[in-house]
């Protein structure tokens, strides 16, 4: 239906038909001349258009008149129902509403989040339009000192925890990101820092632990001008408070923590499994090579070097496990070789000089450094790992070592294992 001003200054009601070839017919209702004639064209139209079609029994009892035949019912309330239905139903399935005691302003709360992420206040309008009653904005930020409280994250935490079956052994991840805010001046919690989007607003730095399938375990707030790896130990005993957990594993690789991390993991009392940066021949490999010095390293070979605490040192007992796999090795002297040509045509002069760690400058004189090469191609294949659990395999036959180390160990004593990424 469609109204079309004519000629002479009147309103025409007509019915268009259209058809999916782009055919179309016009039926013309009539022509009026003030508001009630076109009001009487309109509906005229309606009832031409809904010709034929009998009125739905909804078997609603009406307390007013019942309207007119063949006009619409009046709509007087709509809900989202199977929408609503599925996100209450994820909700009591990961133990929420046990967890915060069938609190239901924060039941609302996540659900409008869901559905429409805005603002608190906005968020009212997103649940009046799914057909739930919401609360006044008033009791929201009554209530909101109370979802603010470190314990109220801590029971959602172990509700997670419980729906993901955390227990002994569990792979536990944790990254970080920023959440930036449109405004100029920092609060002292929102402050400028750094981000990979390169914002200059304040922001807050968001720390994220997660199962290995990515699920949400715990999630802490820290300010914007914080490093991401001085957050890590705050969550971490966050999550160990949460779960009583008596100790933890932190996995992670050697460009992820630096020597001042990894004594301030040590300093908490935390175990570890890290990656060792290797700057020289390791002394066991080194003693293995001259023992066998017509025998090729095989494949998964592990050497072990003990290196027990002194009197003045305040830590455990650490074991480095070196391991070598022929891959490694394999990519590794191919990338040497690369390296070394190019740097040959730089001392020879075929080729400007760029980054390349195999040339060496002395007092103007260019050379290959020839030491270095023979260092490196040492160490191809090779790849070490430090930890100061108290008891490690003399021998790991598995795949990853940082896995059977956590298996091994979570079976009898209980550790989380916290990879860091």
């Given at each position: 239906m469609r109204t079309v001003k004519t000629a002479s200054g009147a309103t025409a009601v007509q019915i268009v038909y259209s058809s999916r070839r782009g055919a179309r017919d016009i039926e013309h209702i009539g022509s009026a001349h003030d508001d009630v004639e076109l009001a009487v064209l309109k509906a005229a139209a309606e009832q031409r258009m809904a010709g034929g079609q009998g009125e739905l029994d909804l078997g609603l009892d009406?307390?007013?008149p019942a309207p007119p035949a063949g006009r619409p019912l009046p709509i007087t309330s709509s809900r989202m129902g199977h929408l609503c239905d599925a996100l209450d139903h994820g909700y009591r399935m990961l133990g929420f509403d046990q967890a915060t005691d069938?609190?239901?302003?924060f039941r609302q709360l996540v659900l409008a989040r869901i559905i429409e992420p805005t603002s608190k206040l906005d968020s009212l309008r997103v649940l009046d339009e799914t057909g739930m009653s919401p609360p006044s904005y008033r009791t929201i930020t009554r209530r909101l000192p109370v979802f603010a409280k470190p314990s109220w994250r801590q029971r959602l935490?172990?509700?997670?925890?419980?729906h993901a079956g955390l227990?002994?052994?569990?792979l536990v991840l944790y990254d970080v990101s920023t959440l930036y805010f449109e405004t100029d001046a920092g609060d002292g919690f929102r402050?400028?820092?750094f981000s990979k989007e390169r914002r200059l607003e304040p922001q807050i730095t968001i720390g994220l632990?997660?199962?290995q399938s990515g699920f949400p375990l715990m999630v802490e707030a820290f300010e914007g001008n914080k490093a991401e790896t001085l957050t890590m130990l705050p969550t971490i005993r966050a999550f160990m408070a949460a779960h009583r957990l008596p100790d933890v594993t932190v996995v992670a690789d050697a460009g992820m923590v630096s020597a001042a991390n990894q004594k301030a993991i040590e300093d908490a009392g935390l175990s570890f499994i890290l990656g060792a940066r290797?700057?020289?021949i390791p002394y066991v490999v080194a003693e293995w090579r001259?023992?066998?010095p017509d025998t090729e390293i095989s494949d998964g070979q592990i050497f072990v070097q003990p290196w027990p605490a002194g009197p003045a040192d305040k830590r455990r007992d650490h074991v480095i496990y070196y391991r070598y796999r022929t891959d490694r090795a394999r990519r590794t002297l191919r990338g040497i070789d690369e390296q070394v040509a190019k740097a040959e045509k730089a001392v020879a002069g075929q080729t400007a000089i760029k980054r390349n760690r195999f040339v060496q400058l002395a007092g103007g004189t260019r050379t290959v450094n020839r030491a270095l090469e023979a260092k490196a191609r040492a160490l191809a294949g090779i790849k070490g790992h430090v930890t100061n659990l108290a008891s490690q395999p003399s021998r790991i036959r598995s795949r990853s070592v940082s896995w059977d180390w956590t298996r091994r160990t979570g079976s009898s004593t209980g550790i989380t294992s916290v990879g860091y990424g």
């Open positions: 009406r307390a007013g069938g609190d239901e302003v935490a172990a509700a997670c925890a419980t227990g002994p052994a569990s402050e400028p820092g632990l997660t199962d290797i700057p020289d001259r023992e066998h």
